[in-house]
């Protein structure tokens, strides 16, 4: 599997329909746990409380194991790292579902961790190394559709699944995903460019810059407001589900597919108007929604109705924001954009421990409360990035690659409906 930089680069399409089946397998990994919650916690006999501290488990691991293995593994060939990474998932992934006991249980979700803070950065920058300049915004957003499809078709049909073989069903499911897409790799992924090396104190340099660190404290908080809610959805919908897994899975459907709608219109007003008005309104809009979730406790329709509006609100707060990062210095906007990995593993982190002490204080009833509030402080933290003055603005060595980063550091060449368009990115904005 080694590999040398190509000119070459054949059946471009069919080698990003890999790395985005690479994303939606990570994100279909991370987040099916929140449907199949309940079941889990019957079969290990634990609270549901302490299966949702496995994604926090997982989502640490990811977020501190993401740079490290990116500076670790600079050098090593991309394809054996996502060949590595995935085998990783599928062993993890299998334990977990063949687990007696939730220490095992959680070892396997760990393991996990680990292979998806690999495959993460390295599919994303492999699709800017395999696509020509002129295409890498757009390969970049179509692999990038791979992790935005697990929330809004991966999680939901895992959840169905679930319903009908067991929770373990869908968890052995991945597992032999991983394996196969391992070996289509091996095979079919060869001759991608290695990256250069980049030395930790490049790194470190966008967090010199106090804009920086207050978006990234804002990512926290946004995935904080959205996790919350989505990992405790079954016990929000409790009362109009009547627990079951199907009616749960349906709810998660109307999310996700009309969350892809906001991301649409998000990048769109975010190229108009910028990131700080976009932001506001869909930050406004998602916490003004998730309030509402106690109004449709009652009727299940009213409820699907809420979580489509909440859909559309939530996708559409990420792409504001990663536009505020890449545009605040942009010659080191691939390695803030790497950190912002990082920000995103930390909010789902913390999710479950808010979501835990919320519900062992408060009850359900209070968990849309608590994402709004998260939503809220999200908004005052990317506004507080605004008014501070332009700070020491780090300078990046030009080879440095976008080895961990969701967006490709050539935004001259995004495409006009990117929300990271080069011809749309005024400071002031």
Known sequence: MSEQPCPNRPKLYPRLA???TSLFLVGTNAFVIAGLLPDIARSLDVPETDVSFSIT???VVAAIAAPVISIWAARMSRTTLMFIGLVFIAGGTAASALAPSMGLFIAGRIVAGVGAAAVLPAATAAAAAIAPPESRGRAIAFVALGFTAATALGAP?????GSVGGWQLPLLVVAALALLLAVAKALFLRGLPI???TRFSERLTPLKDKRVVLTLLATIFVFIGFNVVYIFSSAVTARVTGGSGTLLAILLLVY???GTLGTLVSGRMTDKFGSRTTA???LTATAAVLCCIVLGAESYIATALIFG???VASFGTSLPIQHRLSSIDPPTAPIALSWYTSAMYGGIAAAPLLGAAVLDNGGSVLIPFAGAAANVVALLLFLWGFRQRRGQRGVASASVAPSTSHLSHRRARAP???PISANRTPQSR
Do not use: E, K
């Open 18 to 20: 890999l790395l985005t």
């Open 57 to 59: 488990y997982l989502a």
């Open 157 to 161: 049909l895992g959840t169905m699944l």
């Open 195 to 197: 990256s250069p090396r």
């Open 256 to 258: 996700g597919v009309t």
């Open 280 to 282: 506001i309104g869909f």
């Open 309 to 311: 509006l909440w859909g």
């Open 416 to 418: 006009a409906s990117s």
